[in-house]
């Protein structure tokens, strides 16, 4: 009954890992899927995860129970602070309705389902470029991607003023993707400034934004200046959505450990979308696991863990940059042709290189280097080690 199904593509994403794991070569480079490593090249365990998995082992009174729907509260709690501020109103004033999902993905999947159920609207506006997976997600849920311009390819900046008109002419009450910080895959965020123009333009049209949250404290090192922007919208009183992921920030990538968040206007409201999260989540997978969420909680309610784990994020933060610099440097010191000043001022985990698809195939072919064919490539996967490697194989693919 199988016989005529088609063979599916590989991920644009994860699929570069499953070409990467079929080379051979000794000198291979995997800088397709966001993953941090160190300089070594090897992936991390924080210290403070560690401290954390060890409390949660040696503690006789922890069981394999199931947790409710909406997933362990103290998680749930903890991570609206993180995202909103302990000092938010929305959370002073309970209008804030949180569950735990499976990470960014599930995060973004269980609010589109509900939107798709609750809500009037299925236009779903994402920027162009966006993360690969996002008009999956939406599209899946049974929302209607469309896109609004955000990447200049000219300055490989912001294009602020496409994204103004597009948002402006977007129907009343659409909903609106934006990424709460270090864009996936441009690395390139509005200003402070800017963020407060298309806050007064959502909410000026009645639009709905839903944040994707996925490396708050990984761009800038600093966990609050990276939650600005969804701060920006709470701060008015109106409704938004934010997807919460810890993959990256605590490197918990397999644990798929991450929350949704619906800001409601009363706390009345807040119970009922509640209520109705539940339904979403019950038929899709019951319940959330509970190990990368009680390691969570443990470090984000102890201030000692609180800090160690701020101190582990910025160096990783701190890595990153400094992979931007060496790399910039690197392309100088080779006299490759053009500007690659957006190496550093692009933030984030990803740098857009400008590199066109020929430009990245033959990367892979002779330098055994590997990214998605975007151009994108995750500097959380560089060393100081095999920058010139990467250096050597841009210079060679923009001068053939
Ligand atoms: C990425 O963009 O590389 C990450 O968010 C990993 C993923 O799931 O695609």
Known sequence: VFAN??????????????????????????????AYRTEEGKPLVLNVVRRAEQLLVNDPSRVKEYLPITGLADFNKLSAKLIFGADSPAIQENRVA???????????????EFLAKHYHQNSIYIPQPTWGNHPKVFTMAGLSPKYYRYYDPETRGLNFQGLLEDLSS?????????????????????TVEQWEQIRQLIRSKGLLPF?????QGFASGSLDADAQSVRIFVADGGECLAAQSYAKNMGLYGERVGALSIVCRTADVASRVESQLKLVIRPMYSNPPIHGASIVATILKDRDMYNEWTIELKAMADRIISMRQQLFDALRDRGTPGDWSHIIKQIGMFTFTGLNTEQVAFMTKEYHIY????????????????????????HAAVTR
Do not use: W
């Open 5 to 34: 199904i088609a063979k599916a593509p590989e991920d644009p994403i994860l699929g570069v890992t499953v070409a990467y794991n079929k080379d051979s070569s000794p000198i291979k480079l995997n800088l397709g899927v966001g």
């Open 98 to 112: 949180t569950v735990q999902c499976l990470s960014g993905t599930g995060s973004l999947r269980v609010g589109a």
């Open 170 to 190: 977007a129907p009343s009450g659409a909903i609106v993707l934006l990424h709460a910080c270090a864009h996936n895959p441009t690395g390139v965020d509005p």
């Open 211 to 215: 944040f994707d949250s996925a490396y």
């Open 371 to 394: 990214m998605t064919s975007d151009g994108r490539i995750s500097m959380a996967g560089l060393s100081s080690r095999t920058v010139p490697h990467l250096a050597d194989a841009i």
